[in-house]
């Protein structure tokens, strides 16, 4: 590997020293959640103030195993 190389790998940017990276997969039939990420002008910061929200709401709880209550209109 050349030096330009190795130096461009060990480089990080002070927002990569200071953030953890994430991943997300959405299904591709979870048409209104792609349609919603879609929209979002910075989608990592809206996920993180939705994180945010829902710990203030129900605090560490996994969402995934909760009952679902849908509301009727």
Do not use: F, H
Not at 1 to 21: H, N, Y
Not at 48 to 61: M, P
């Amino acid at each position: 590997m050349s030096e330009e190389r190795v130096s461009a790998v060990a480089t990080k940017s002070p927002a990569e020293e200071s953030s953890e990276r994430k991943r997300i997969s959405i299904p591709k039939a979870d048409k209104s959640v792609l349609a919603w990420w879609a929209s979002q002008r910075d989608p990592g910061l809206s996920v993180r103030l939705l994180v945010r929200d829902e710990i203030e709401r129900s605090g560490n709880s996994d969402v995934a195993y909760r009952p679902v209550v849908q509301l009727l209109s």
